[in-house]
């Protein structure tokens, strides 16, 4: 048992995983060689019609991509059966899959320090996830793996997270997405590392992280302030130290 506990989201966190840049252009290619009308448009309010209320609903169902485009298919009378694991499985390389400055070394010195338990915690389901994060040599760096197939709950309810917090008295999510990765997890007494793909007004590069994150209008509709504000792994390790050293001693 390790005091402190780090939840590791994937996607646009630590990578881009290769379903962006080739199995969405693939299957969408496809569905077009049946019915060329189909535009890149169509296709993602398709798939987010479905995604969506799920989503909202709280139903691990909701990144079940398989089912998903499966439905799509049907719709449009469109024979799919290619397993999308499979498309990612031979895509997860370079130029597809690809991996964010400086986070093999972050969660390599963040594993051999000794004082932190690792996990990833994805909503996308494990299978999926599995042959990116096999690719880029990730596997060995975490003690737990929480996705919505392993848990049975989506990231942000109290299960998702059940089966790691094994003791640890402080939490730490690091993450782009601000409902599931710094609102949802802070209402649950996390503490939170925002990551956003850009940094958000009022704030710039030259601030720390605790200083943006003091500094930025809290996006909307959201209530609650990440901790610290990152642009990249390069920033991480000093923002866990800090807010382990902020906890404890107090
Ligand atoms: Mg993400």
Same mark, same amino acid.
């Given at each position: 048992m390790k005091r402190t506990l780090l939840f590791f989201d994937l996607d646009d966190t630590i990578l881009q995983n290769p379903m962006v840049d080739a199995v969405f252009p693939a299957i969408f290619d496809y569905f077009r060689s049946y019915h060329p009308e189909l535009t890149d448009e169509i296709l993602w309010k398709e798939l987010n019609g479905i995604l969506y209320p799920r989503y909202h609903a709280r139903k691990i169902e909701?990144? %079940?991509? @398989?089912?998903? =485009? /499966? /439905? !799509?298919? /049907?719709?449009?009378? =469109?024979?799919? @059966?290619?397993? #999308?694991?499979?498309? #990612?499985?031979?895509?997860?390389?370079?130029?597809?899959? &690809? #991996?964010? @400055?400086h986070v093999h070394e972050v969660l390599s010195a963040l594993k051999t320090d000794g004082k932190y338990s690792l996990a990833i915690g994805t909503n996308g389901h494990w299978r999926y996830q599995k042959p990116s994060v096999k690719a880029l040599g990730l596997l060995d760096y975490f003690d737990y793996i929480l996705t919505p197939d392993r848990t049975g709950y989506l990231k942000g309810s109290p299960g998702f997270y059940q089966s790691a917090l094994n003791g640890s008295k402080l939490q730490i999510t690091i993450g782009d997405q601000y @409902?599931? %990765? !710094?609102?949802?997890?802070? /209402?649950?007494?996390?503490?939170? !590392?925002?990551r956003p793909a850009q940094l958000p007004v009022g704030t710039d590069r %030259?601030?720390?992280?605790?200083? &943006?994150?003091?500094?930025?209008d809290i996006p909307s509709p959201y209530s609650l302030r990440a901790d610290a504000v990152i642009t990249g792994f390069s920033e991480l390790i000093p923002v866990i130290e800090e807010i382990d050293r902020r906890f404890f001693d107090n």
């Amino acid at each position: 048992m390790k005091r402190t506990l780090l939840f590791f989201d994937l996607d646009d966190t630590i990578l881009q995983n290769p379903m962006v840049d080739a199995v969405f252009p693939a299957i969408f290619d496809y569905f077009r060689s049946y019915h060329p009308e189909l535009t890149d448009e169509i296709l993602w309010k398709e798939l987010n019609g479905i995604l969506y209320p799920r989503y909202h609903a709280r139903k691990i169902e909701a990144f %079940d991509w @398989d089912e998903m =485009v /499966q /439905q !799509v298919a /049907q719709k449009y009378g =469109v024979p799919f @059966d290619t397993p #999308i694991e499979k498309m #990612i499985e031979e895509n997860a390389h370079s130029p597809y899959l &690809r #991996i964010f @400055d400086h986070v093999h070394e972050v969660l390599s010195a963040l594993k051999t320090d000794g004082k932190y338990s690792l996990a990833i915690g994805t909503n996308g389901h494990w299978r999926y996830q599995k042959p990116s994060v096999k690719a880029l040599g990730l596997l060995d760096y975490f003690d737990y793996i929480l996705t919505p197939d392993r848990t049975g709950y989506l990231k942000g309810s109290p299960g998702f997270y059940q089966s790691a917090l094994n003791g640890s008295k402080l939490q730490i999510t690091i993450g782009d997405q601000y @409902d599931a %990765d !710094v609102e949802e997890p802070l /209402q649950l007494g996390f503490h939170a !590392v925002w990551r956003p793909a850009q940094l958000p007004v009022g704030t710039d590069r %030259d601030q720390s992280p605790f200083e &943006r994150a003091l500094a930025m209008d809290i996006p909307s509709p959201y209530s609650l302030r990440a901790d610290a504000v990152i642009t990249g792994f390069s920033e991480l390790i000093p923002v866990i130290e800090e807010i382990d050293r902020r906890f404890f001693d107090n």
